[in-house]
């Protein structure tokens, strides 16, 4: 019985990474601006949230309400600014470096601000995974020669990837300094990122109401079943499994970009990005390590 509770809590562990690893393909696959994108998606975590809410009813007080709220404004400006790197420079240099750039940052957090590597053998994994990340987003982001390079481009993607980090980290560390159990925060956080869409859209509101809108939902779905199935295999696996298998997903976001979205990339490219997405995993893995 225990090898079957190991094998499911390891095959829930995967949900995430395959849901996560091909959403950005479906968002890119329907299309839209990245208003579109975030709005549709927020629709469709917010639907899932009420399910979770209606069968499981965690307990939300005015605290958790309030924080978790929070928690999804900043979720939305990650999302956003992901979505617009997509745009500027692809799914397949994006989502690596985006993944990366996550990596490097939740490894800054833990160490700074909740002393989570207070031995030696962790700092030693810990400084190491976020070596291999840098490594691995350089080789992601590395161009055949400087013709091929728009170097204005990358920087600007760059930078809306930094915005999106610094979102996606304050989603997830507000919950950590308040201790907020990730079922309560469900419906609530939802709330919040519906809120952050609408906010970030402004004036093109109006305009958000087509099929773009519509078939962004399918994103929302998917993020929200990886959230929950992550919180699952966390309880099953520990944080060191199923945190690192999440990471998996980048692979799958990066080499869909390349053979289903057809996203053009030289022989030099293809063997770089093979390279860097392989550093991103091993780090993403040590840092698992760490958090034993």
């Not at 925060?185 to 939802?190: E, F, R, Y």
């Not at 773009?212 to 929200?224: E, I, K, V």
């Not at 696996?237 to 976001?253: D, H, K, N, R, Y």
């Amino acid at each position: 019985m225990e090898g079957v509770e190991d094998l499911t809590g390891l095959l829930i562990a995967l949900i995430p990474a395959l849901l996560w690893g091909t959403l950005p393909l479906v968002s890119a696959k329907v299309g839209g601006t990245p208003h579109h994108q975030v709005f549709g998606m927020t629709i469709g975590a917010f639907c899932f949230s009420m399910m979770v809410f209606l069968f499981f009813s965690p307990e939300i007080n005015a605290a958790i309400f309030v924080i978790s709220l929070i928690s999804g404004l900043c979720w939305a400006v990650g999302q956003f600014h992901q979505f617009a790197a997509m745009k500027l420079l692809g799914v397949s240099k994006t989502m690596p470096l985006s993944t990366g750039m996550q990596l490097a940052g939740a490894a800054l957090f833990g160490i700074f601000l909740f002393h989570e590597w207070n031995t030696a053998l962790r700092m030693v994994l810990g400084i190491s995974a976020v070596v291999c990340i840098i490594i691995g987003v350089l080789f992601t982001s590395r161009e055949q020669n400087a013709k091929e390079s728009n170097n204005n481009s990358l920087i600007q993607g760059i930078f809306l990837l930094i915005v999106s980090t610094l979102g996606y980290m304050s989603y997830l560390v507000i919950l950590r300094i308040f201790d907020i159990n990730g079922w309560s925060a469900v419906l609530p956080q939802s709330i919040g990122m519906l809120i952050g869409a609408l906010l970030l859209s402004g004036k093109q509101v109006k305009s958000l109401y087509d099929r773009h809108t519509f078939f962004n939902t399918l994103s929302g779905l998917m993020w929200a079943g990886g959230n929950l199935a992550l919180l699952i295999a966390t309880k099953m696996e520990g944080v060191a499994i199923s945190f690192s298998m999440s990471q998996i997903g980048t692979v799958l976001s990066t080499l869909g970009g390349i053979f289903i979205l057809g996203e053009k990339k030289s022989k030099h490219q293809m063997v770089m990005l093979f390279i860097g997405c392989a550093l991103i995993i091993v780090g993403g893995i040590l840092l698992g390590m760490t958090k034993k």
